[in-house]
């Protein structure tokens, strides 16, 4: 098995004293020494909702009551942990003004509303005129897409501060988002009190119920080339907490009555995927993503959910006794099998306490929210292939890469056209066992296949974030509409963001894109990985279908031939 330390040495990078961790989903859910409620003490609360056009909201410094005993200092939105939801109609403009009154050793900030067709301008990139300590800016969201409204989804809003967002974010600068609109008023699922947004995250807290600041982002700047890596750079930067909160609090519970209910749920943790289930085995009842509604409801005993990934969930407590418990847990993948880290939390998130008078059950119509027209007009054959990886940065040090390099606000690597439709390639071919989870700014994504098989329950219908297990490739198409200008490609794993998992795009009038000079899409992928990422396509056209169990083989170049995708993990050729 190749260790992480090999394969960075391999690529020329120095290691120094890190320990090997592989923390993500070996991590159980441990107290820590800070005052942590025993599990489900505390109940369930549902953040404040700003529903108006104008909706102004301050980052500040905030004692917030996470925990038992003293309050945690967090950077919040308007004093709160999650910030406020924002509801609104989809088509109605709606004007954010964020003032930052933060101090400022915080540094600049950007707010980004993640899933929002929002101009470039107003995208709140990590470089998008960020806002200044004592500053503010205004952010305008027209909520309107390909001449309509747009569709009805959960979005959420999130600092996007260049090498900074995985410790902002942390600190608490994130809020859900809601758009709603008449086609899904229509099919009257549960709503008001049967209705629960649930953002999911995880911390770690001191002592005192502090959080800890495990972040290394601003020194990672000043190393120079190939200096000593350990933990906290890349690939061992995987920050995750071991308190698991939602809606701000650890372990809550929340009453319901024994009917449907819906669980809109967002993971907006840093770095971990949940892979959730009922106590009790029942399914779930899936009718949308983070892009809206699915076009057809699915039933899911388990729903995994990576970082910034949402989903639409319906749930039947109306065959559920009066009196019993029912709890929102986080448990290993069945479909794991022996692919490494690519696990989820092991975590209890939320008991339902079921009781009072038996209610209506979930009725939902077979048939919910058509995919757009466009989606006919996409070809299955990659245009871009974009190849998510680990090697250096300009400087020389560890970084982890799309298409073999690391992010620079300064270069575009895409030019797609206002108004055409694209396929890409989003393809792992990452030489350590680790997953990510994609995230395309501006519009979203039919999922045209993974591994070279049509898309599993819960990805077949619109998407912006994608998950990537090793050496999988997923296949998804879009059209670009409505606004020119640069947007975000990266992994929404904070800490690979923040250490150059990140690219950008740059929409362009029509006839000015730079897909006609790009005959093999494979020539954006540069040196070895090339030979990788061409093996993993020419797998997934081999023998498409699941993927079967990571093996790492010793060698330059890929695992086993004849080896699926999905079964392969990128090795750096050997010096
Ligand atoms: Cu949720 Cu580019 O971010
Ligand atoms: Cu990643």
Redesign the pocket.
Known sequence: MLTRRRVLRDAGIVVAGAALSTRLGSFLTAEAAASVPPRYTLPLQIPEVLTGADISLTAQLADVQVLNGPTTSMWTFNGSFPGPTIRRPAGQETRVTIAHALPASAGTLTI?N?GGHTPSIDDG?PVQDPIAPGGSRLYTYPLTEDGGPERAAMQ?Y?D?THHRTGRNVWMGLAGMLIIDDEFEAALNLPSGAYELPLLLTDRRFDQNNQLVDPFTAPDRESLGPHEAVGQGFPPFDENVGNVFLVNGRPWPYVEVEPRAYRLRVLNASGFRPYNLVLSNGAKFTQVGTEAGLLPAPVERAEVLLGT?ERADLLVDFSGVAPGSKVALQSRARSDAGDRPHTGAALADLLEFRVQGTPGAGISVPAALRPLPDWADELSPVPDRIWAFGLGTDDAGRAAWTVNGRAFDHERVDARPEIGSVETWALVNSTPVATSHFI?I?DVDWVVLSRNGAPPPPGEQGLKETFRLDPGEVIVIGAKFTDHTGPY?L?C?MLDH?DHGMMTQFLVVDEGEGDLPALPDPLAAVSGPERTCVAGILAATRRRPGRPAAVRNSPGAGLAAPGAAAGSLICHLPTS
């Open positions: 980004h993640h990139g959420w999130h996007h910034a995230h700014h975000m990266h929404h963001e």
